[in-house]
Every structure is written in structure tokens, then in C-alpha cells.
């Protein structure tokens, strides 16, 4: 029970953070092109009880990646819609980016503390230590769901920003895939060697450069947390 509760604990902020924020700037950047929706309905908010969906949040804690009820944008409100919509899907990678890459400065800055004075000290040991298990998987899970998110298909941001890129004959034929997208995608993920062969070796990659010498620490983050 009581490894249950840590693991929660590590989990929980950075999970939130990731998933909720993703979805958050997609609504304000469909706000900035003239779509207001997001804030009509009360979604550019931070409060987990407007984004959160049920099994998307349970999936984080079983798979290590999950999903919040995606923010409704109408492009009709859009100047140029296809064009601004390529710039509101990006907007959602874009901020796990940058949440990865601040992860990633706290945990090397703790890393560098660790060679210090302090990282001898039994107490500085017992608080850093599940602060940087926490950063190490924000790290993870932030690069995680912007690759992830990034699959040219859609309803995931890369298939709406290939649908925004290809002429408009070839978008339409893109688009047709939407209702099977979620299908199509996990079929892909879990029937295929598309998971293994291309989307772990690029975030391990990612994971890995931006980490730096604190690698380890995120690698022992989510065999903690996971098991692998």
C-alpha cells in the first residue's frame, strides 16, 4: 500500500501538469486566432475537473501515458482556418517541449547540487530524491505525450497539422480517417512494430540528451514507477 501511495505521489503533479497544460494551450492559442470557445465553456483553466477524462487518467498511472478530454476548438471562427489550425495542434506538443525541457534543467541543477556539500547530508538525500523521481518523469511523460501526439493521424495534433499541409483533396481524404483515427492508432501502437522500432527510440533519444548525466535518474524513475 505504501509504495502504491509513492508512486501516486511522483506521479500525480506531473501527470496533470502535462496533460492538462497540452490541452489548456491549445485553447489559447485558438483564442489568440479568434476562436473563443475554450474560455466560453470554462476550459482555459487549470482546475483537473474540467480536462480530466476517467480512462485517460487511469492510463497514466497503469501505462505511463494518458489523455484529458480534448479542448473543443471551431475553426470556423478562424481567419484562415487550415493554416491557423496547423499553429492551435502544435500548440499542445509545443508545451510538453518546454515543460520536458524545464523538467530537464531542474533535474540536471539538482544534479549539480548532489556534488556539493549538501549531497552528503541524509536529509538533502531524503527530500531530493523524490523531487527528482518526480522531474524525471515529468521529463519522460512530457516528451512521451509530444511524440505520441505528433502521429500524422488523425484526431492526434500531427494528423490535423497534416491536414493542414496537404492539398485540400488529400486533406479531405486525411480527414475521413478521424472517426477511426483512436482505432487505427492503437492498433499501431500495440499489433505493430511501430512502437518499437520509431516512437521508443526517439524518445529514449530525447529523453536521454536532455537528461544528460541525470539519465539514470530518470530511467530509475520509471522502473519504479512501471517496473521496466
Request: proline share 7%; aromatic share 10%.
Given at each position: 500500500m505504501e509504495t502504491i501511495v509513492s508512486k501516486i505521489a511522483i506521479m500525480l503533479v506531473p501527470a496533470l501538469l502535462a496533460i492538462i497544460l497540452h490541452e489548456v494551450a491549445h485553447g489559447y492559442i485558438a483564442e489568440r486566432f479568434g476562436d473563443p470557445t475554450a474560455r466560453l465553456l470554462g476550459r482555459l483553466t487549470l482546475n483537473p475537473l474540467k480536462h480530466l477524462d476517467p480512462i485517460g487518467t487511469i492510463a497514466i498511472f497503469i501505462f505511463g501515458f494518458g489523455w484529458a478530454r480534448p479542448v473543443p476548438v471551431n475553426s470556423g471562427n478562424f481567419r484562415r482556418p487550415r493554416r491557423d489550425m496547423i499553429w492551435v495542434a502544435l500548440a499542445g506538443p509545443t508545451t510538453n517541449l518546454l515543460l520536458a525541457i524545464f523538467s530537464a534543467l531542474l533535474l540536471r541543477g539538482l544534479g549539480v547540487l548532489d556534488q556539493g556539500s549538501f549531497g552528503a547530508l541524509q536529509t538533502y538525500i531524503q527530500f531530493t530524491?523524490?523531487?527528482?523521481?518526480?522531474?524525471?518523469?515529468?521529463?519522460?511523460?512530457?516528451?512521451?505525450?509530444?511524440?505520441?501526439?505528433?502521429?500524422?493521424?488523425?484526431?492526434?495534433?500531427?494528423?490535423?497539422?497534416?491536414?493542414?499541409?496537404?492539398?485540400?483533396?488529400?486533406?479531405?481524404?486525411?480527414?475521413?480517417?478521424e472517426p477511426f483515427g483512436f482505432v487505427l492508432i492503437l492498433?499501431?501502437?500495440?499489433?505493430?512494430?511501430?512502437?518499437?522500432?520509431?516512437l521508443a527510440p526517439i524518445i529514449n533519444t530525447l529523453v536521454v540528451f536532455m537528461a544528460g548525466p541525470e539519465a539514470p535518474m530518470v530511467e530509475q524513475s520509471i522502473r519504479f514507477l512501471f517496473g521496466h
Amino acid at each position: 500500500m505504501e509504495t502504491i501511495v509513492s508512486k501516486i505521489a511522483i506521479m500525480l503533479v506531473p501527470a496533470l501538469l502535462a496533460i492538462i497544460l497540452h490541452e489548456v494551450a491549445h485553447g489559447y492559442i485558438a483564442e489568440r486566432f479568434g476562436d473563443p470557445t475554450a474560455r466560453l465553456l470554462g476550459r482555459l483553466t487549470l482546475n483537473p475537473l474540467k480536462h480530466l477524462d476517467p480512462i485517460g487518467t487511469i492510463a497514466i498511472f497503469i501505462f505511463g501515458f494518458g489523455w484529458a478530454r480534448p479542448v473543443p476548438v471551431n475553426s470556423g471562427n478562424f481567419r484562415r482556418p487550415r493554416r491557423d489550425m496547423i499553429w492551435v495542434a502544435l500548440a499542445g506538443p509545443t508545451t510538453n517541449l518546454l515543460l520536458a525541457i524545464f523538467s530537464a534543467l531542474l533535474l540536471r541543477g539538482l544534479g549539480v547540487l548532489d556534488q556539493g556539500s549538501f549531497g552528503a547530508l541524509q536529509t538533502y538525500i531524503q527530500f531530493t530524491t523524490p523531487v527528482k523521481m518526480m522531474l524525471g518523469f515529468s521529463l519522460y511523460i512530457n516528451i512521451l505525450l509530444g511524440v505520441f501526439n505528433l502521429i500524422p493521424l488523425p484526431p492526434l495534433d500531427g494528423g490535423r497539422v497534416l491536414i493542414g499541409i496537404l492539398p485540400e483533396h488529400q486533406a479531405a481524404l486525411v480527414s475521413r480517417l478521424e472517426p477511426f483515427g483512436f482505432v487505427l492508432i492503437l492498433f499501431l501502437v500495440f499489433f505493430t512494430d511501430v512502437w518499437s522500432l520509431v516512437l521508443a527510440p526517439i524518445i529514449n533519444t530525447l529523453v536521454v540528451f536532455m537528461a544528460g548525466p541525470e539519465a539514470p535518474m530518470v530511467e530509475q524513475s520509471i522502473r519504479f514507477l512501471f517496473g521496466h
